[in-house]
């Protein structure tokens, strides 16, 4: 079962059948550009079923963040693993009205922690494309180290490493 997190600032919550639309818009914008996008609808669908499903199949998945005075979903924090990631992958992504306001190093921060404390995961990485600067910038300030000899699920993918390895 998902888990509800909070923070100062933020509530993640499981998925909900009303975060698809603006999951949708993102996925088929260019802003999806550094996870493998811009999608096809149908392709943006099966991400989200896939991002709700590994909790029912691995005991992680994704989560949504919220803001928790108003309520406005303002992005998406996840783990990710299975036959597609090699390890267990911490990945966000903010909404561009939500960007520049530390809510991605913090929802990261928290579901990271989370993963280590209380889900006991051997470790998480963060694998990303060599030109997303600004997602480089937040795995280095949460921490995360670069592991050039870490697999990865693309050849031309950086990984990050949280812990573990």
Not at 53 to 63: E, I, V
Not at 111 to 121: K, P, S
């Amino acid at each position: 079962m998902p888990p509800i997190l909070t923070t100062d600032r933020l509530t993640l919550r499981p998925m909900k059948m009303d975060d698809w639309p603006s999951y949708e818009q993102l996925m088929l914008s260019d802003r999806s550009r550094f996870m493998g996008g811009p999608f096809t609808r149908f392709n943006a669908w099966g991400l989200f079923c896939q991002d709700v499903a590994q909790w029912h199949l691995m005991d992680h998945g994704a989560l949504m963040i919220d803001d928790s005075q108003t309520g406005e979903c303002l992005g998406q924090v996840g783990i990710n693993h299975g036959p597609l990631f090699p390890e267990h992958e911490l990945g966000w992504f903010v909404y561009a009205h939500a960007e520049g306001r530390g809510i991605a190093f913090e929802a990261a921060s928290a579901f990271r922690d989370w993963a280590r404390n209380q889900r006991r995961l051997p470790g998480l990485v963060s694998y990303m494309d060599p030109e997303n600067e600004r997602s480089a910038c937040l795995a280095k300030r949460l921490g995360a180290t670069l592991d050039n000899d870490a697999p990865r699920p693309d050849p031309q993918d950086i990984v990050y490493r949280h812990f573990g390895g």
